[in-house]
């Protein structure tokens, strides 16, 4: 596979001064400022020091921004970052009180995730996919709460379930049924719901039933664990393919989910082969996966490299179709590069995605648009790409 792209440190633009800067914040101009070949991040105030703080890899070691000449209070720090890259970052600023970790305070663009918020620099060439702009001329789907007892589990599930516009209980059973693990932050954070009404309306995905399954425990029940497998294979699906008149194929049905949900997708879809015919691994935790990659020697990691292990050295088709995504910059990268090879020698029918971009949910949901409609197909077509794009 090529080498991974990377963002480099470059110098700012000769044009830039403390008057130029201050005159932007003045009239309400955007910040970062974005140019064809770099982007200029940009921070006022008395301190002693202010750092770009990112989540990932392909970053050059050296982030401190640079304070411009005389006491303006102004620091920057320009990159050269590859053309549509898109960048969540927070700042590391040590002023006379200590050391703060900040979103930057003249961005407006910002990302949120279940522990906060981080602020977005999206380079020359991104654009938000169009599947994930709501529109109001578009017909709303239907969110259904569903609490169950599981027994596989021990405890009650709670699941909301996305019934498609149009949808009719007492019609054919002609919906496939796609699972999300973790599916209240798809909904949340990757703005789930707005996604598949796009999708169904635009004609890239069929009316679908959408199960976003909710853990407890997700560092546990999504690291290989079994007691999910049968949750999953055995009480789940099952249950909505009941109640919803779902198909009831394996062409039908598809299992996805991000990071340990990676794992968890790939392992129950390995407890029982076929049962699920399409996967979608989003920068999936495959810990153990490539040749020097980051070791993870946490406790919590035992399992998953127990599993990732075992698969590798008794890979198995699970399924017809698989699609793995992941950023190139964030950590995983090299782990799901490595599995992807390991997948196709299975004889499934295998697409790669990479993004520009970190281990986050606004990259989850860009490639959802890409992915969903080569998996819901019968047609052997590959991932599409929006108009225009």
Not at 335 to 348: D, F, S
Request: aromatic content about 8%; overall charge negative.
């Amino acid at each position: 596979m090529d080498a991974l792209p990377s963002i480099v440190r470059t110098a700012a633009p000769d044009w830039l001064t403390p008057t130029v800067l201050d005159e932007r914040v003045a009239a309400g101009a955007p910040f970062p400022i974005v140019e064809p070949d770099r982007c200029v991040l940009a921070y006022r105030g008395e301190v002693i020091s202010v750092r770009l703080m990112h989540f990932g890899v392909g970053f050059p070691d050296d982030l401190a921004y640079e304070p411009l000449a005389g006491e303006s209070g102004w620091w920057v720090l320009a990159l050269a970052m590859p053309r549509g890259t898109r960048l969540e970052y927070k700042l590391e600023v040590q002023d006379s009180f200590g050391t703060h970790l900040v979103d930057d305070p003249l961005n407006p663009y910002e990302a949120t995730h279940p522990f906060g918020a981080n602020s977005v620099c999206a380079a020359d060439g991104y654009t938000t996919p169009w599947w994930a702009l709501p529109d109001d001329a578009v017909p709303a789907g239907r969110l259904v709460e569903c609490v169950t007892e599981s027994p596989a589990l021990a405890r009650v599930t709670r699941t909301t379930v996305y019934l498609p516009a149009g949808y009719a209980p007492d019609g054919d059973p002609h919906h496939p049924l796609l699972v999300v693990l973790d599916g209240s932050d798809y909904l949340q954070y990757a703005s789930g719901a707005t996604v598949f009404d796009r999708l169904i309306a635009a004609g890239e995905l069929p009316p679908t039933i959408v199960a976003f399954a909710q853990p407890v425990d997700r560092l546990v029940e999504y690291a290989a664990d079994e007691r999910q497998h049968r949750h999953v294979v055995e009480e789940l699906v099952p249950e909505i393919e009941r109640d919803a008149r779902c198909l009831g194929t394996p062409e039908g049905r598809v299992l996805m989910g991000c990071s340990f949900g990676g794992v968890s997708t790939l392992s129950t879809a390995a407890s029982a082969p076929g049962f699920f015919g399409r996967l979608l691994l989003q920068s999936g935790s495959f810990a153990g996966a490539g040749v020097g990659c980051r070791p993870r020697p946490e406790q919590l990691w035992r399992p998953v490299r127990q599993f990732v292990g075992d698969y590798l050295r008794d890979p198995q088709a699970v399924a017809d179709r698989v699609v793995v995504t992941c950023g190139v910059f964030e950590s995983l990268i090299c782990e799901n590069r490595a599995m992807v090879p390991v997948l196709e020698g299975t004889g499934m029918d295998v697409r790669f995605i990479e993004q520009l971009d970190g281990h986050n949910w606004v990259s989850w949901r860009d490639t959802l648009g890409l992915a969903l409609p080569w998996l819901l197909e019968q047609s052997d077509r590959g991932p599409v790409h929006p108009p225009g794009g």
